[in-house]
């Protein structure tokens, strides 16, 4: 996808080396102490970004300057594809680099024959759970959780927690 001063596509190796910046950047935006640590510090792992890349499972907005301005890492869960960050950089927001994102991560879904979207988020912040939202995704109830094939959500959420995290809500969304 493409549009005027930014265009997706597949990550590539060599994009791998501005997506902690970018990550760090964007978790500067929150307010202080809802992540552990100093923003940038609890990055998503390169070595995972790797993996994620090497499935297919990793896209970066490409700004007219040739860099990453953002990302989306994906994990295949099963039957379901779980959206384990996607961090727009502060410079590049509130141009539809988040939407075109989260369309490419749902043409993907449909390619590989998978109909469930899910992401763990901040509950409270605006443009966290209320932004998925709009996107279709809604909030999984305690019995849904419960539920063996969401068993990753209920893990990836008590981590959050026991990490400081608080306020946080697993969503999904079925196409």
């Known amino acids: 996808m493409s549009e005027p001063g930014w265009t997706i596509r597949k990550a590539r190796p060599e994009d791998l080396a501005y997506l902690g910046a970018i990550e760090a950047a964007g978790d500067a935006q929150f307010p202080p102490g809802r992540f552990p640590g100093e923003p940038g510090s609890d990055n998503v792992p390169v070595a995972e970004l790797e993996r994620g890349r090497s499935c297919g499972l990793l896209w970066v907005a490409i700004a ?3 860099r990453p301005c953002a990302f989306q890492y994906v994990r295949e869960e099963g039957m379901h594809l779980h959206l384990r960050q996607i961090v727009v950089h502060p410079d590049h927001q509130r141009r539809g680099i988040g939407r075109a994102l989260i369309a490419e991560l749902e043409a993907e879904a449909r390619r590989r024959g998978i109909a469930i979207l899910t992401l763990t988020t901040f509950a409270d912040i605006a443009w966290n759970a209320p932004v998925y939202r709009r996107l279709g995704f809604r909030v999984l109830s305690g019995e849904e959780l419960a539920s063996p094939e ?3 959500l209920s893990a ?3 981590a959050e927690l026991a990490a400081g995290m608080v306020e946080r809500v697993a969503m999904m969304k079925t196409l």
């Open 64 to 66: 007219e300057d040739s």
């Open 150 to 152: 969401s068993m990753y």
């Open 156 to 158: 990836e959420l008590a």
